[in-house]
């Protein structure tokens, strides 16, 4: 069995605000040594199951975060950006199965530091469908038939994922208060807790379906304020629409709609206010 980990920090056990995932803050450090030791829990269970090779991608900010001298021996690992493929790295076809650690609600939700991707988004579409950050990284899996077994991280990001994947494991270290403050799991508690829930999802891992995305998908990106959507379309193949500040993408794939969203909420994040 090969599994891959995509592991977010929002979601992570403890973490409250933005002074504990900004690696210019002072909470940060604190914030590594528990995101590192958050995922050598998961790691330990999956090998201990069956599993043979696991891979983990560090995606959070800068995806930089996780520090390898304290990590699982047994993982390897994806770290550093700028990534062509940013959260999903590294996934393709062979593996067995996909988990999601750390992660957070979709902008616009409750939720602990709740967005997607960058905060000048509102939403993002694929086709009809309004999704955040876990739900595109889950259509990237299902392209590749890999079905997600396991989501860690806050209540809100919990319920996210029970509504998008039927079967899905889930475990919430912490409940959402406000989006700056969490009721949380002592670290023992939460270690604990995604040990029982990664074995739960290891077993489970054939009543979950790959969540299959469209053909020829349309990206839809709304965007905080106009001089960000003005930005994301200076991207070829864009449109904004409208009367709104949502930009456009016809992709052949979701591959390429994704690609598309990364360099899109880059560009848009060059806007000014002044």
Same mark, same amino acid.
């Given at each position: 069995?090969?599994?891959?980990?995509?592991?977010?920090?929002?979601?992570?056990?403890?973490?409250?605000?933005?002074?504990?995932?900004?690696?210019?803050?002072?909470?940060?450090? $604190?914030?590594?040594?528990?995101?590192?030791?958050?995922?050598?829990?998961?790691?330990?269970?999956?090998?201990?199951?069956?599993?043979?090779?696991?891979?983990?991608?560090?995606?959070?900010? !800068?995806?930089?975060?996780?520090?390898?001298?304290?990590?699982?021996?047994?993982?390897?690992?994806?770290?550093?950006?700028?990534?062509?493929?940013?959260? /999903?790295?590294?996934?393709?076809?062979?593996?067995?199965?996909?988990?999601?650690?750390?992660?957070?609600? $979709?902008?616009?939700?409750?939720? /602990?530091?709740?967005?997607?991707?960058?905060?000048?988004?509102?939403?993002?579409?694929?086709?009809?469908?309004?999704?955040?950050?876990?739900?595109?990284?889950?259509?990237?899996?299902?392209?590749?038939?890999?079905?997600?077994?396991?989501?860690?991280?806050?209540? $809100?990001?919990?319920?996210?994922?029970?509504?998008?994947?039927?079967? /899905?494991?889930?475990?919430?270290?912490?409940?959402?208060?406000?989006?700056?403050?969490? !009721?949380?799991?002592?670290?023992?508690?939460?270690?604990?807790?995604?040990? %029982?829930?990664?074995?739960?999802?290891?077993?489970?891992?054939?009543?979950?379906?790959?969540?299959?995305?469209?053909?020829?998908?349309?990206? %839809?990106?709304?965007?905080?304020?106009?001089?960000?959507?003005?930005?994301?379309?200076?991207?070829?193949?864009?449109?904004?629409?409208?009367?709104?500040?949502?930009?456009?993408?016809?992709?052949?794939?979701?591959?390429?709609?994704?690609?598309?969203?990364?360099?899109?909420?880059?560009?848009?994040?060059?806007?000014?206010?002044?």
């Amino acid at each position: 069995m090969k599994l891959y980990l995509s592991v977010d920090m929002e979601g992570i056990t403890g973490l409250p605000d933005h002074t504990f995932v900004d690696s210019q803050l002072h909470n940060y450090e $604190r914030s590594r040594r528990i995101m590192t030791k958050e995922v050598n829990h998961v790691v330990k269970q999956a090998f201990e199951k069956g599993c043979q090779s696991l891979l983990v991608n560090d995606s959070h900010s !800068k995806m930089n975060n996780l520090l390898i001298d304290e990590l699982h021996p047994e993982a390897d690992l994806i770290t550093g950006g700028v990534k062509p493929y940013s959260m /999903v790295q590294g996934l393709d076809g062979s593996f067995d199965g996909a988990m999601f650690l750390g992660y957070h609600a $979709r902008a616009g939700q409750p939720g /602990v530091m709740s967005h997607s991707m960058i905060f000048g988004v509102r939403n993002f579409y694929i086709n009809d469908m309004e999704i955040g950050e876990l739900g595109f990284n889950a259509l990237v899996a299902g392209y590749y038939d890999v079905p997600v077994l396991l989501v860690g991280g806050d209540d $809100r990001a919990a319920v996210e994922a029970e509504a998008l994947i039927p079967h /899905v494991t889930t475990a919430a270290v912490k409940e959402s208060i406000t989006r700056s403050a969490v !009721k949380s799991l002592s670290l023992k508690n939460a270690g604990e807790l995604l040990e %029982r829930k990664t074995e739960e999802a290891i077993k489970n891992r054939f009543q979950v379906k790959p969540l299959t995305p469209p053909k020829n998908p349309t990206l %839809r990106i709304e965007f905080v304020n106009y001089g960000q959507a003005e930005l994301a379309a200076f991207m070829p193949g864009t449109t904004i629409e409208p009367n709104s500040c949502t930009v456009k993408f016809e992709a052949k794939d979701i591959l390429e709609a994704y690609r598309a969203m990364i360099v899109m909420t880059e560009l848009a994040m060059q806007a000014t206010f002044s």
